[in-house]
C-alpha cells in the first residue's frame, strides 16, 4: 500500500523521511493525495477531493484551513503543538528586552552619526536611549498554552512579576507553568495591571480583537503590547488611539498589514516568530510522524477536529469510522458487524461537537466479509469516512 502526500510551502525532507517507506511525496499521486502537509498555504475556499482524508498543518495555528468543512468532508486535522513553541518564546522574551531598551532605534541613531567625533556624539546625545529594565516589572501571559506557558516561566525567571490569564488551560500545561506565575481569572487584571503584555491564544471568534478600546481603555499608560499570536487579536483603529493618548507606548508583532508599517511605535517582524531551522525540522518531523501513524493504523494524535483516539492493532483488520454524533450509533455498528457473523476484537469510538471517530477491530480472516461490511457502512447515511486496515 503506498498513500501519497502532497506538500506545501517547502516542508523540511529530514522531518518528511518520518513517513517513511510507504509514502509517496509529490510524486505523480499527488494530484489525488490522501494527505496534504503544509505550514501556511490558505486552504479556505478550495474543493476538497474524495481521496482527501488529513491535513496536517506543520505550526499551531490552523486559522488557514476550513476546519468544520474538513470535518464534515471526513478530514481529520492535524497540528503540531508545541514543535515551534520554543522558537516563539526566544522572539518574545527578545521583543520585551528590546522595547525596553529601544535596541533597534539606539542601532538607527549610531548610523546617522559621521565624523571624526562619532565617540563624542555618541556621548551627547545617548541619553535619549536611556531605557529600563524589565527585572521587578509585571508582564501579563494572556493564553498559557505550549508558547504562553513557556514565556510565563522564562520571564518569572528573569525577575518579572508575571500574571497568567487562561480559562481553558490544559491539566499537562498547567502542570508546567511555575507556582510563582499568578493565575488571574478575569482578562482585564491583566490590561490594567502589567507594564508588558503578550498574547498567545489562536484566533477563534470569542478571541477576535481581543485588544479593542475597552481593553486599552483599562491599561496604564506606557504598557507595551505584544502579539506572536495573530494579527486579528488586536483592532488596529484602537491601537491607533491608544498609541496617541500614550497608553501603548509599544506594540510588537509578527503580523504585518499596511498600515502598521513604518510607524513610530509600532514594531513589526515578518512572521519569524517560529522561524528557526530547530521550529521548522520539529513542525515537520511532527506532522510526518501524526500523518503517518493517522494513515498505518487509524489512530489519531493531535488532531484539532477529532479527539485523540489510540488502541494497538491485534486483530487481521480496522475499519476506522467517521460518524455523525447521534444516538445509539455504537450499537448500530455492532448491530451491522453481528449480522455478518463477524467478531468485534475491539472496539473504541470517542466523540467531539457533532461527529465522532471509531476505530473498529475485527476477529475476522475473510476479506470479502469484511469489504462487505465496508460496504454497508459506506451506504450509512450517518457514516461520512470509511477505512480498511489490513494488520501488518
Ligand atoms: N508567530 C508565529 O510564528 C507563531 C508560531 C506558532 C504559533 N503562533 C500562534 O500562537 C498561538 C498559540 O500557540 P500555542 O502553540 O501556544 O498554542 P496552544 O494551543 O498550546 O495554546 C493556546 C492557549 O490559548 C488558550 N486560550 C484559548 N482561548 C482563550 C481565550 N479566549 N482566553 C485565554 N486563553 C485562551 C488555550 O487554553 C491554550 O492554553 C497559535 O494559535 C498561533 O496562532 C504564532
Same mark, same amino acid.
Given at each position: 500500500?503506498?498513500?501519497?502526500?502532497?506538500?506545501?510551502?517547502?516542508?523540511?525532507?529530514?522531518?518528511?523521511?518520518?513517513?517513511?517507506?510507504?509514502?509517496?511525496?509529490?510524486?505523480?499521486?499527488?494530484?489525488?493525495?490522501?494527505?496534504?502537509?503544509?505550514?501556511?498555504?490558505?486552504?479556505?475556499?478550495?474543493?476538497?477531493?474524495?481521496?482527501?482524508?488529513?491535513?496536517?498543518?506543520?505550526?499551531?495555528?490552523?486559522?488557514?484551513?476550513?476546519?468544520?468543512?474538513?470535518?464534515?468532508?471526513?478530514?481529520?486535522?492535524?497540528?503540531?503543538?508545541?514543535?515551534?513553541?520554543?522558537?516563539?518564546?526566544?522572539?518574545?522574551?527578545?521583543?520585551?528586552?528590546?522595547?525596553?531598551?529601544?535596541?533597534?532605534?539606539?542601532?538607527?541613531?549610531?548610523?546617522?552619526?559621521?565624523?571624526?567625533?562619532?565617540?563624542?556624539?555618541?556621548?551627547?546625545?545617548?541619553?535619549?536611549?536611556?531605557?529600563?529594565?524589565?527585572?521587578?516589572?509585571?508582564?501579563?501571559?494572556?493564553?498559557?498554552?505550549?508558547?504562553?506557558?513557556?514565556?510565563?516561566?522564562?520571564?518569572?525567571?528573569?525577575?518579572?512579576?508575571?500574571?497568567?490569564?487562561?480559562?481553558?488551560?490544559?491539566?499537562?500545561?498547567?502542570?508546567?507553568?511555575?507556582?510563582?506565575?499568578?493565575?488571574?481569572?478575569?482578562?482585564? =487584571? @491583566?490590561?490594567?495591571?502589567?507594564?508588558?503584555?503578550? #498574547? !498567545?491564544?489562536? /484566533? +477563534?471568534?470569542?478571541? %477576535?480583537? *481581543?485588544?479593542?478600546?475597552?481593553?486599552?481603555?483599562?491599561?496604564?499608560?506606557?504598557?507595551?503590547?505584544?502579539?506572536?499570536?495573530?494579527?486579528?487579536?488586536?483592532?488596529?483603529?484602537?491601537?491607533?488611539?491608544?498609541?496617541?493618548?500614550?497608553?501603548?507606548?509599544?506594540?510588537?508583532?509578527?503580523?504585518?498589514?499596511?498600515?502598521?508599517?513604518?510607524?513610530?511605535?509600532?514594531?513589526?517582524?515578518?512572521?519569524?516568530?517560529?522561524?528557526?531551522?530547530?521550529?521548522?525540522?520539529?513542525?515537520?518531523?511532527?506532522?510526518?510522524?501524526?500523518?503517518?501513524?493517522?494513515?498505518?493504523?487509524? =489512530? @489519531?494524535?493531535?488532531?484539532?477536529?477529532?479527539?485523540? #483516539? !489510540?488502541?494497538? /492493532? +491485534?486483530?487481521?483488520? %480496522?475499519? *476506522?469510522?467517521?460518524?455523525?454524533?447521534?444516538?445509539?450509533?455504537?450499537?448500530?455498528?455492532?448491530?451491522?458487524?453481528?449480522?455478518?457473523?463477524?467478531?468485534?476484537?475491539?472496539?473504541?469510538?470517542?466523540?467531539?461537537?457533532?461527529?465522532?471517530?471509531?476505530?473498529?477491530?475485527?476477529?475476522?480472516?475473510?476479506?470479502?466479509?469484511?469489504?462487505?461490511?465496508?460496504?454497508?457502512?459506506?451506504?450509512?447515511?450517518?457514516?461520512?469516512?470509511?477505512?480498511?486496515?489490513?494488520?501488518?
Amino acid at each position: 500500500m503506498v498513500y501519497s502526500v502532497k506538500t506545501f510551502n517547502n516542508i523540511n525532507q529530514v522531518g518528511l523521511k518520518e513517513l517513511g517507506n510507504h509514502f509517496q511525496i509529490d510524486g505523480d499521486l499527488a494530484e489525488n493525495p490522501d494527505a496534504f502537509i503544509l505550514r501556511s498555504q490558505n486552504l479556505h475556499g478550495i474543493e476538497f477531493t474524495k481521496n482527501l482524508k488529513a491535513i496536517a498543518r506543520a505550526g499551531a495555528g490552523t486559522n488557514n484551513i476550513p476546519i468544520a468543512d474538513a470535518t464534515a468532508a471526513g478530514i481529520v486535522v492535524f497540528n503540531t503543538p508545541g514543535a515551534n513553541a520554543n522558537a516563539v518564546k526566544e522572539a518574545v522574551l527578545a521583543s520585551i528586552l528590546m522595547s525596553a531598551r529601544d535596541y533597534i532605534a539606539a542601532n538607527a541613531w549610531v548610523n546617522t552619526l559621521s565624523g571624526d567625533d562619532v565617540p563624542k556624539q555618541v556621548e551627547a546625545g545617548k541619553k535619549q536611549f536611556a531605557g529600563s529594565e524589565i527585572s521587578g516589572k509585571t508582564l501579563g501571559v494572556i493564553g498559557l498554552g505550549a508558547i504562553g506557558g513557556r514565556i510565563a516561566n522564562y520571564a518569572q525567571r528573569l525577575g518579572m512579576n508575571v500574571l497568567g490569564y487562561d480559562p481553558y488551560v490544559s491539566i499537562e500545561t498547567a502542570w508546567n507553568i511555575s507556582h510563582h506565575v499568578k493565575r488571574v481569572d478575569d482578562v482585564k =487584571e @491583566i490590561f490594567a495591571n502589567c507594564d508588558y503584555i503578550t #498574547v !498567545h491564544v489562536p /484566533l +477563534t471568534d470569542e478571541t %477576535r480583537n *481581543t485588544f479593542d478600546s475597552e481593553a486599552f481603555g483599562l491599561m496604564q499608560k506606557g504598557t507595551v503590547v505584544i502579539n506572536f499570536a495573530r494579527g486579528e487579536l488586536v483592532d488596529n483603529a484602537a491601537l491607533f488611539e491608544a498609541i496617541e493618548a500614550g497608553v501603548v507606548k509599544r506594540y510588537i508583532t509578527d503580523f504585518g498589514t499596511e498600515e502598521l508599517l513604518n510607524k513610530d511605535k509600532i514594531t513589526v517582524f515578518p512572521h519569524v516568530g517560529g522561524s528557526t531551522a530547530e521550529a521548522e525540522l520539529n513542525c515537520a518531523i511532527m506532522a510526518g510522524k501524526t500523518i503517518r501513524q493517522f494513515m498505518e493504523t487509524g =489512530e @489519531i494524535t493531535n488532531s484539532v477536529n477529532f479527539p485523540n #483516539v !489510540h488502541q494497538a /492493532l +491485534t486483530a487481521p483488520y %480496522r475499519i *476506522t469510522l467517521i460518524n455523525k454524533n447521534v444516538p445509539n450509533i455504537v450499537a448500530k455498528i455492532s448491530t451491522a458487524v453481528s449480522e455478518l457473523g463477524i467478531n468485534i476484537d475491539n472496539i473504541i469510538n470517542r466523540s467531539k461537537g457533532d461527529y465522532a471517530y471509531t476505530l473498529l477491530d475485527l476477529d475476522e480472516t475473510d476479506k470479502a466479509k469484511v469489504d462487505h461490511l465496508v460496504a454497508n457502512f459506506e451506504a450509512s447515511d450517518n457514516i461520512v469516512r470509511v477505512r480498511l486496515i489490513a494488520k501488518k
